[in-house]
């Protein structure tokens, strides 16, 4: 099973800076099969990158993914207020499909 | 609005059994697999099931396997888990989710908005 380290485990900043999440994988993950989610409290997860680097439909551009192997990043260039929420990376390259255990955005 | 709607969540006795339901609108179901996903108060996300498209393939989880069953019925647009032998570690906000291809390992691109499900006596 691959598992998926997410680091800063919690991330303050205030609304306007950028904002970079890693997750790393215990190995490499196959053709970049890594997504993004965003939750919010109380909601379900939404999609916001899948195959590492590819924004899900609706996504604002300043969502952006990178890295293939075992690191992977999420940046988000310009945060808005309605950005603070915990994030997850999840692989589906191989079985059993995992996830990280999230970092949490909030504002400084 | 493509959507998923779960219910069938509750509150039951350690042993107990529970089937949950998923149903699904404004898209081919029967074109894409899908998953359940649980959450626990407070905790991450767990993949706990996926099932192809055609319902032909399932995969579990470790946790689950030999007590959870993941259906499909393509006619109904429905997704289904029978969930027996329930225990306390059980307890969760279960989610279902639409693939974004015909396989279960894919990203998530439709999630449902949850059913709860609590393990106490």
């Known amino acids: 099973e691959i598992v998926l380290t997410q680091s800063p485990g919690t991330l303050s900043l205030s609304p306007g800076e950028r904002a970079t999440l890693s997750c790393r994988a215990s190995q490499s993950i196959s053709s970049s099969y890594l997504a993004w989610y965003q939750q919010k409290p109380g909601q379900a997860p939404r999609l916001l990158i899948y195959g590492a680097s590819s924004r899900a439909t609706g996504i604002p551009d300043r969502f952006s993914g990178s890295g293939s192997g075992t690191d992977f990043s999420l940046t988000i260039s310009r945060l808005e207020p309605e950005d603070f929420a915990v994030y997850y990376c999840q692989q589906y390259g191989s079985s059993p499909g995992t996830f990280g255990q999230g970092t949490k955005l909030e504002i400084k | 609005e493509v959507q998923l709607v779960e219910s069938g969540g509750g509150l039951v006795q350690p042993g107990g059994s529970l089937r949950l339901s998923c149903a699904a609108s404004?898209?081919?179901?029967?074109?894409?697999?899908m998953t359940w996903v649980r959450q626990a108060p407070g905790k991450g996300l767990e993949w706990v099931s996926g099932i192809s498209a055609s319902g032909g393939s399932a995969y579990y989880v470790d946790s689950v396997k030999g007590r959870f069953t993941i259906s499909r019925d393509n006619s109904k647009n429905t997704l289904y888990l029978q969930v027996t032998s329930l225990r306390a570690e059980d307890t969760a906000v279960y989610y279902c989710a639409k693939s974004s291809s015909d396989w279960y390992f894919a990203a998530f691109d439709i999630w449902g908005q949850g059913t709860m499900v609590t393990v106490s006596s």
């Open positions: 404004r898209f081919t179901f029967s074109s894409y697999a």
